[in-house]
């Protein structure tokens, strides 16, 4: 009995719109994300603001970001772009050592 209806959650056939508007919203919002760090990128990651470039040039992978990021909205090959979004991510956010974004408040 109970795996009959375990096995019926996971059968149902459900429509994807739902999803693909989150999909969506969410990329316009990573997209102005993006653009806001992208925008501040000499202050967050330089070592010096305007002087002296950071360990990496991040405006290189901002450029392939933008890129993950229309695809990802688009819904063009869902499951690499995720992937490569999430790495994107890491590099980026490990990166800003002298910027505490969001959850990175040290109190």
Known sequence: MYKKAFNSLFTTKVDAIGLSIFRMFYSVVLFFELKQLYTFRSIIYDKEPSKYVGEID???IF???FVVVAFLFL???TRYVTILNYIFGVIIFSSAIK???HVFSRR
Request: without cysteine; glycine residues 8%; aromatic residues 58%.
């Open 63 to 65: 450029y392939f970001w």
């Open 75 to 77: 819904g063009l090959f």
């Open 99 to 101: 910027f505490e974004y």
């Open 58 to 60: 991040v405006s290189f």
